[in-house]
Nanobody, 118 residues
Framework: QVQLVESGGGLVQSGGSLRLSCAASGSISDIFRMGWYRQAPGKERELVARITSDGTANYADSVKGRFTISRDAKSTEYLQMNRLKPEDTAVYYC?????????????WGQGTQVTVSS
């Protein structure tokens, strides 16, 4: 089991920046990938970015060049969000993936609200 706690959300003006954090606890030694998803009102949840244990990062096209995902040695991950746009408004969720009995098991955080005003 992995527990995830996000922080750092809030209200920011268009063009501003926010940094989200996600602290993992529990079976963290088995985590091979962490990520961020978001869900805007009336829309499906979508992948924002993810990073593997070797540091390989992938981003949604909509955030490339503006967002940066990172992870420290203590299994805390971050999402630095720059040049924010109103369409980035959503609840952001942290995820952690590990292999459990040959199956990928994903844990989710509780979510943190990001609101970008125009």
């Amino acid at each position: 089991q992995v527990q995830l706690v996000e922080s750092g959300g809030g209200l920011v003006q268009s063009g501003g920046s926010l940094r989200l954090s996600c602290a993992a606890s529990g079976s963290i030694s088995d985590i091979f990938r962490m990520g961020w998803y978001r869900q805007a009102p009336g829309k499906e949840r979508e992948l924002v970015a993810r990073i593997t244990s070797d540091g390989t990062a992938n981003y949604a096209d909509s955030v490339k060049g503006r967002f940066t995902i990172s992870r420290d040695a203590k299994s805390t991950e971050y999402l630095q969000m720059n040049r924010l746009k109103p369409e980035d408004t959503a609840v952001y969720y942290c995820t952690a993936d590990r292999v459990e009995r040959g199956v990928i098991s994903r844990s989710w955080g509780q979510g943190t609200q990001v609101t970008v005003s125009s």
